[in-house]
């Protein structure tokens, strides 16, 4: 069984800043990227920024130059530094990977439980 386990999040004042952490476990066969995702409320599931285990990093156009994801994913580990937050990044957070696991090798995608991210005006 695999698991994301996030930490972090919390209340901010707009222009603070928040890490949030997660670490994948389990029977964990290979990690082909690792990311951070964010729903606010009515609204769709989407990408904040992602670490591929090759290749660039990608980030959405609304955090850049304001969040940095880092990380190993050999290791399982995804972090995300927000800077300079805003109200409108306020959303739940989801820690994502596309790994697979021991038992069918196949890649799959992997969620956690989500931490919610207010930033106040």
């Known amino acids: 069984q695999v698991q994301l386990v996030e930490s972090g999040g919390g209340l901010v004042q707009a222009g603070g800043s928040l890490t949030l952490s997660c670490a994948a476990s389990?029977?964990?066969?290979?990690?082909?990227?690792m990311g951070w995702y964010r729903q606010a409320p009515g609204k769709q599931r989407e990408l904040v920024a992602v670490?591929?285990?090759?290749?660039?990093?990608n980030y959405a156009d609304s955090v850049k130059g304001r969040f940095a994801i880092s990380g190993d994913n050999a290791r399982g580990t995804v972090t995300l530094q927000m800077n300079s937050l805003k109200p409108e990044d306020t959303a739940v957070y989801y820690c994502?990977?596309?790994?697979?696991?021991?038992?069918?090798?196949?890649?799959?995608?992997?969620w956690g439980q989500g931490t919610q991210v207010t930033v106040s005006s």
């Open positions: 670490m591929p285990t090759t290749g660039n990093t």
């Open positions: 994502g990977a596309v790994l697979a696991s021991t038992y069918d090798r196949a890649y799959k995608n992997y």
């Open positions: 389990g029977s964990i066969f290979s990690i082909n990227r």
